[in-house]
């Protein structure tokens, strides 16, 4: 009798049109490759969500379509978007084959607030389909790179599809370290540093600074350890801080860009000039987030993300609440893939006196000053802000002064065109789940 394992394995295989149009790794192939596939891989997507989903199969009989009506990309705006709150509190609302079927569930962090979102793959979706397309160049570990995986794994979806990448998709060896939980805290996991010089890290913006804190603290100079390769994802953060992180760890650190709904969007290449999108994962638009009319390159607007690889939980133009604006133009890097520039997220817009700044461009300013510290705040006072208060730590041995806070405002002033105010302290909190950057009062 054969077991569970046999009988998941046999007949194992992916869609015939992956096999079919990705005949090597993604990020190598042509851009009318890349176009003929994402345009079957759409075709398939919608066809089966209106067969198997009703949700999308509601969705799409209100709006007038048939899988039909989408036969090229360009006919992806006819779709109805896909929006946060219709995925709160609504578990199986993307279920689109048997609950049975189902594998892996993952929810959100809940740091937007609202009810929780939960996203399911079935094993195919998870295995099958997301390690089809490979990104070498871009994302390149290899067999024998010792990978220090500093994310979540308990719920949130950060660590554990960063797991299987590693292992199942790279052939790499995976160190789940964790996030500050009960068994993976800052220094048990510089002892494991230590012990084990893995040459790759992953983790977040934030928890890589503080896990430099512990570092010092326990005589490891972050600098000793092999590292080839340092990825940032979960947080996003400004080109400023990301150069303190490359000279705290001595090594190059790229930007990781993806969702729990959505899965991996964009990867940013050595060269630091945007994300490339992943166009063997996603389909990307910017829309404007007033009307929803579809952006030319260049335009900054909300970004919008339809999965290729999802057939049996499907997503379709789904809102990210996330800004930005795509560059077509050839990278240096020699890789085609569009580029992704991010301008932070709608809902954590700081305004002050009327205008509106993202918290990386504010980010980018503050960072640039060398007496300010790696932990601060942006505090905004609702209603009524005329200026913009900054509470921050100092850098090592810079001694808090009024002098000193009157000429850092006298900067930040100068480069943004507001008021500005600076609140020294001794120590922020060093949070456990995504850094707070903007502080609403």
Known sequence: M??????????????????????????????????????????????RAYKNSSFYQEKMNKAGIKPQDISKVADLAKMPFTTKAELRGNPWALLACDKKDISLIHVSTGTTGGEQIYIMYTWKDLYLHDLAPEYPKLFDIDPGDICFNALPHEMSSAGLSFHKVFIDGCQATAIPAGKGGAYSTPEKSIKLMQDL????????????????????????????????????????????????V???????????????????????????????????????????????????????????????????????????????????DPCQCGISFPRLFMRGRAVDEVVVKGVNFSPFYLEEFLMRLPEVGNWYHFVVKEGNNESLKIRTELADGVKPTLELADKLASKMEFSLGIPCEFEFVSKLPRPQSKTIRVVRQ
């Open 246 to 328: 490359e000279k705290i760890w001595g090594t190059k650190a790229n930007f990781y860009y993806g969702s729990l709904e959505a899965g991996v969007i964009g990867i940013e290449c050595d060269a630091h000039t945007g994300y490339h999108i992943t166009q063997g994962h996603s389909l990307v638009e910017i829309v404007e987030p007033k009307t929803g009319e579809v952006l030319q390159p260049g335009e900054i607007g909300e970004i919008v993300v339809t999965s290729l690889l999802r057939f049996d939980t499907p997503l379709i133009r789904y809102r990210t609440q996330d800004l930005g604006y795509i560059d077509p």
């Open 2 to 47: 054969a077991s569970k394992y046999e009988k998941r394995i046999k007949g194992a295989r992916p869609l015939p049109f992956l096999t079919r149009y990705l005949t090597g790794p993604a990020d190598s192939l042509s851009p009318a490759r890349i176009a003929e596939y994402q345009k079957a891989a759409l075709r398939e997507v919608v066809t």
């Open 197 to 244: 010089q893995p040459n790759v890290i992953m983790t977040t913006p934030s928890y890589s600074m503080t896990l430099a804190e512990v570092a010092r603290e326990s005589n490891l100079d972050p600098q000793s350890l092999p590292l080839k390769k340092m990825w940032l994802t979960g947080e996003g953060c400004s080109p400023a801080f990301r150069t303190r």
